[in-house]
């Protein structure tokens, strides 16, 4: 993929003029028919400590979602990039970071509703140290019980127990075979979700951003890998917490975003781990019935 060129300038929209003075964090925000959450998600980023000082770049993607409540939020700085078609999550990020002005960069979903000191804490720890470092904040439902947003990097035999494989639901608690639990402090961990993640647009920027060619799921665990590669570091930080009204989104294609899940893992393992002719032959058996099974937990669930 080509390098992002982050600091050409976008035609964007907004709630008034830029920063004077350059954002001290860009919160990349992509929204996909999430009017109902986006205005709870602002609201949010306006009420922390930071907010006179972060600029919020907002992705509209699909160009057609009404976002005219934004002129309500005139306090913060927003701006809002359009797409001229339907991305995938990947794509739509790297042009929101193209627009973006900040040294560091949040990457939020529009249906996490921030504490109020996350965002600081996130930015104290992703800079508090030489190393290059990604840093995940702790998510909850709206109940108050933790999703996980961190996880080992895949396998053929852990995959088989994520979250979101048939065999995972059925085993329950797998004891951090693939995704890792809660943590009271701040723990290194090898992959973590963008859904609230924190990283140096230098860094986003060595890494050449996303890759544009995973529609949907595992880009950012292919990001956190070759971040890996590069010597870098992944932290979960407690300290940054998040109300995530999980699959807002999403939750529109119930049964495309199983097929999508499916696809980016081959996809996903056929960019990292090639080197063994059984893998490439098993894998995808094991996929598709995967596959199958929660597309058909899927419709039995529809039917209760």
Request: aromatic residues 12%; glycine residues 8%; charged residues 20%.
């Amino acid at each position: 993929m080509a390098a992002l060129g982050r600091y050409s300038r976008q035609t964007v929209s907004g709630t008034g003029e830029f920063l004077s003075i350059k954002p001290l964090v860009s919160i990349i925000i992509v929204n996909h028919r999430a009017k109902a959450v986006l205005e709870d998600c602002l609201t949010a980023i306006g009420d922390s400590s930071l907010s006179a000082s972060l600029e919020v770049i907002i992705v509209n993607n699909p160009p057609e979602d009404d976002l005219s409540f934004i002129e309500n939020f005139g306090a913060l700085n927003i701006r809002i990039i359009p797409t001229e078609k339907r991305l995938g999550f990947g794509a739509a990020c790297n042009l929101g970071v193209r627009g973006s002005s900040g040294d560091i960069l949040l990457l939020l979903n529009p249906d996490v509703i921030l504490k109020k000191d996350a965002i600081e804490n996130l930015k104290v720890f992703v800079s508090d140290s030489t190393e290059k470092r990604i840093t995940v904040g702790r998510l909850t439902d709206p109940n108050g019980n933790f999703q996980p947003s961190c996880r080992k990097f895949p396998t053929i035999s852990n995959i088989l127990f994520s979250r979101g494989s048939f065999l995972g639901k059925i085993a329950g608690k797998t004891n951090g075979i693939y995704t890792l639990p809660d943590y009271l402090t701040p723990t290194q961990v090898e992959s973590g979700a963008a859904a609230l993640m924190m990283i140096f647009a230098e860094t986003y920027n060595e890494l050449n951003g996303f890759d544009e060619s995973f529609f949907m799921y595992m880009e950012d665990t292919d990001l956190c890998y070759r971040h890996f590669l590069n010597k870098g570091s992944v932290w979960f930080v407690p300290e940054a917490e998040g109300v995530h009204k999980w699959g807002y989104s999403t939750g529109q294609y119930r049964f495309r975003r199983i097929l999508w899940h499916h696809f980016s893992v081959w996809k996903y393992f056929l960019k990292h781990y090639h080197r063994s002719p059984g893998e490439i032959i098993f894998l995808p058996i094991l996929l598709f019935a995967n596959c199958c099974l929660s597309l058909l937990a899927e419709m039995c669930s529809l039917r209760k």
